[in-house]
């Protein structure tokens, strides 16, 4: 069975780094047909797509958060791994990753982890 | 794409809620829209892909349909455990963007 376990601290200074891993057990993070997805959700708010990976490490990136954005692959891991820059309050969200089968439906979720931004 | 979802719909037990989800593009006319299911406190589940099929373990109450550029999701025989958050998405492939509807409540009085 496909598990998808995400960490990373729970607070975040304003104007620093935060940094995500998503750990994947239960299948290969190199499946020619699997996509890697993170989506964050503030509190009490609707979801909101920050990017895509694919085994190969092609990248697709949300528009608003592209220049603050890194979504790397760890194979030798089996890790998708998120890095958002300058985060301000606004950042402050459940933070999941994803499996997609088919880029855009996203199959499988991580339980998520809360990232707070604050000093 | 931008999806636009009623913020709240509310039906009786036994009862069938239908969900939409529309697009201000052709996006959602040419590529789909998915469905998720999220309870409070818990990750959103897939209720249907693009292409409107289901996966496996979802129950067939729950059916999408699509009419030009509107998504429904369509819950019939409405159960106390169908009370969520639903949403839709879909895949602009023209930028290579995910984009998500704002949600809609459900709640089964």
């Known amino acids: 069975q496909l598990l998808l376990q995400e960490s990373g601290p729970g607070l975040v200074k304003p104007s620093e780094t935060l940094s995500l891993t998503c750990t994947v057990s239960?299948?290969?993070?190199?499946?020619?047909?699997?996509?890697w997805g993170w989506i964050r959700q503030p509190p009490g708010k609707g979801l909101e797509w920050i990017g895509t990976i694919n085994y190969g490490g092609n990248t697709y990136y949300n528009p608003s958060l592209k220049n603050r954005l890194s979504i790397s692959i760890h194979t030798s891991e089996s890790q998708v791994s998120l890095s958002l820059s300058s985060v301000a309050a606004t950042d402050t969200a459940v933070y999941y990753c994803a499996m997609a089968l088919v880029v855009g439906d996203l199959l499988f979720w991580g339980q998520g982890t809360m990232v707070a931004v604050s000093s | 794409a931008g999806l636009t979802q009623p913020p709240s719909v509310s039906k009786g037990l036994g009862q069938t809620a239908t969900l939409t989800c529309t697009d201000d593009t052709n996006t959602v006319g040419n590529q789909g829209a998915a469905w998720l299911q999220q309870h409070q406190g818990h990750p959103p589940k897939l209720l249907s892909y693009r292409n409107r099929n289901r996966p496996s373990e979802i129950s067939e109450r729950f059916f999408a349909s699509r009419s030009g550029n509107t998504a429904s999701l369509t819950i019939s025989r409405l159960q106390p455990e169908d009370e969520a958050d639903y949403f839709c998405?879909?895949?602009?492939?023209?930028?290579?963007?995910?984009?998500f509807g704002g949600g809609t409540k459900l709640t089964v009085l």
């Open positions: 998405s879909t895949w602009d492939s023209s930028l290579n963007v995910l984009v």
């Open positions: 239960g299948a290969s993070i190199i499946t020619k047909t699997y996509y």
